[in-house]
Nanobody, 124 residues
Framework: QERVVESGGGLVQAGASLRLSCAAS????????MGWFRQAPGKEREFVAT????????YYADSVKGRFTISRDNAKNTMYLQMNSLKPEDTATYYC?????????????????WGQGTQVTVSS
């Protein structure tokens, strides 16, 4: 059964860095497009970044471009989100999502599998 699990969240000060991980299980992770989304209290879930199955293609929300980097290690069935220069407005629950049968997408409806989320809190 396909499953994705996030880890790596925490409480940090503004300007700090965090690396989130998303571990996947099930059928071939290396063929999945993957994405990161986030949801802050009282707000809708929003796209953060996405990566193609090979890692060759990546796309970012404007709000994180230049600060966040999405990557994957298919040998480890794991995707990452390196977050640098964190800001208080990055505070949210971060979700990993998998699209087993299609390209990297910037909207939540395109993903079939979701993790439970990991909390990131950035203090000012």
């Amino acid at each position: 059964q396909e499953r994705v699990v996030e880890s790596g969240g925490g409480l940090v000060q503004a300007g700090a860095s965090l690396r989130l991980s998303c571990a996947a299980s099930g059928r071939s992770f290396s063929s999945w497009s993957m994405g990161w989304f986030r949801q802050a209290p009282g707000k809708e879930r929003e796209f953060v970044a996405t990566i193609s199955w090979s890692g060759e293609n990546t796309y970012y929300a404007d709000s994180v471009k230049g600060r966040f980097t999405i990557s994957r290690d298919n040998a480890k069935n794991t995707m990452y989100l390196q977050m640098n220069s964190l800001k208080p407005e990055d505070t949210a629950t971060y979700y990993c999502a998998a699209n087993p049968d299609g390209p990297p997408l910037g909207y939540a409806e395109g993903y079939d599998y979701w993790g439970q989320g990991t909390q990131v809190t950035v203090s000012s």
